[in-house]
């Protein structure tokens, strides 16, 4: 099946021919598409089956590629959002042990929640989507 790609307001846009439209994809793509807009028409293996990084596509003329800086940002915000319950968990414990008056405890909590900070100083080194998902700090398990 084929696909019309396009980019306008720096957004890649896929559109699929409805299986009761009768148009030809051309047809699609001319009513479909901003008349102002450069498209291409592909073969939908060519688009990414994977919707993590949907944001950090990008299209060149015939394909979507992923921009890996900005795939990398996004598994980083995935980071971010996996951290917040482990630090509001680690917020409660630390109060206690305030309350409690452990130091020891009160050192122990805040060196886990330093290391929960610095996880997004975690390099990604894998370019490709499956390397950068690949990589899951142990912190944050």
Known sequence: ???????????????????WNT???????KKDVPSDVEYSIIDESLVPNDRTFRDAWEYSKDRITIN?????????DKWREARKPLLASLDIEFM???ESADTEKQAEIASKKQAL??????EIVGNTPEEIKAVWPSVLN
Request: aromatic share 10%; charged share 30%; glycine share 4%.
């Open 68 to 76: 890996s800086d900005k795939a990398k940002a996004i598994w980083k």
């Open 23 to 29: 148009d030809s994809i051309d047809g699609v793509a």
């Open 96 to 98: 206690k042990a305030v």
């Open 117 to 122: 900070r610095d996880v997004t100083q975690t």
């Open 1 to 19: 099946m084929k696909k019309i790609i396009y980019k306008q307001n720096g957004f890649v846009f896929v559109v699929s021919k409805a299986p």
